[in-house]
């Protein structure tokens, strides 16, 4: 257990479907973070949470909506997606002294038919 | 485009080999460097970091990374692999600038060490 909780740990999901990824830590971290992980491609940095408030959304679409009703939970609403984004997708939350480096999720794996 | 390029896909050692995992980095500036580790389905885990000070850093499980500024690199050693390293390793790099947190990762070098 790594302190970060991601749920569900598997998710298939039906292209017309609308779901939601949940993250939560209680490590006392300000930021979150949304990482995409596909196979042979680095790791993908999505969305970025300060204290609550978005700071980083790298070119995402829109069928994807962070939601970050406070610093220990943070979600993603999937909504209308597309196989190729079937992927891991990690959570990982930092302090905001960076010396801590970040602290990962085990991440949920979507799979979208 | 500022990136992070890990050389290796795929290296493949035998047990008590020595290891040496390439990371170069394009960023100008003062960098923080990270290596992390995901063991088969397991979480991403910090392995070590670099901030300043001594280029040598020293990580857990007997790695080790040399930060070497005029080359922009920070490799990864460690000089006998064990069966249990098997996993995958990416270098990451927080970019210069106040107040970001962004890490930015290569695409990983997956590590088989054969018994």
Known sequence: ETGVTQTPRHLVMGMTNKKSLKCEQHL?????????????????????????????????PSRFSPECPNSSH???HLHTLQPEDSALYLCASSSRDRNYGYTFGSGTRLTVV | AQSVSQHNHHVILSEAASL????????????????????????LQLLLKYFSGDPLVKGIKGFEAEFIKSKFSFNLRKPSVQWSDTAEYFCAVNPPGAGSYQLTFGKGTKLSVIP
């Open chain 2, 20 to 43: 040496e995992l390439g990371c170069n980095y394009s960023y100008g500036g003062t960098v923080n460097l990270f290596w992390y580790v995901q063991y088969p389905g397991q979480h």
């Open chain 1, 28 to 60: 006392g971290h300000n930021a979150m973070y949304w990482y995409k992980q596909s196979a042979k491609k680095p790791l993908e940095l999505m969305f970025v949470y300060n204290f609550k408030e978005q700071t980083e959304n790298n070119s995402v």
């Open chain 1, 74 to 76: 943070l979600f993603l």
